[in-house]
């Protein structure tokens, strides 16, 4: 069983800079694929970024591409997403989540351990 343990949400002002962290409580880490989704008040969770077990390969939902960042350290067991240029509508609980299986998936079904979600709220 895998734990993951988002951090680094916050308030932030539109335009601004949030870098999230979700740590994993196994060594196996370098084995998942990792993703972030994230879910707006009163919106279904969708996909925002994912990172192949090595970091080779990422992948980007369009509303966030060349503003986000995902990426991995594979020695600290931690994923991180790097987000500029945020806008009011990037405002959502953020999670992470880990793929045994795939090499970076969009949908959320493929993912087999979640975090517990960190809140980001980007004012205008």
């Known amino acids: 069983q895998v734990q993951l343990v988002e951090s680094g949400g916050g308030l932030v002002q539109a335009g601004g800079s949030l870098r999230l962290s979700c740590v994993a409580s196994e060594r196996t880490f370098s084995y998942y694929a990792m993703g972030w989704f994230r879910q707006a008040p009163g919106k279904e969770r969708e996909f925002v970024a994912a990172i192949s077990w090595s970091g080779g390969s990422t992948y980007y939902a369009d509303s966030v591409k060349g503003r986000f960042t995902i990426s991995r350290d594979n020695a600290k067991n931690t994923v991180y997403l790097r987000m500029n240029t945020l806008k009011p509508e990037d405002t959502a609980v953020y999670y992470c989540?880990?793929?045994?299986?795939?090499?970076?998936?969009?949908?959320?079904?493929?993912?087999?351990?979640w975090g517990q979600g960190t809140e980001v709220t980007v004012s205008s």
């Open positions: 989540a880990a793929d045994q299986v795939s090499s970076g998936s969009r949908g959320e079904c493929e993912y087999d351990y």
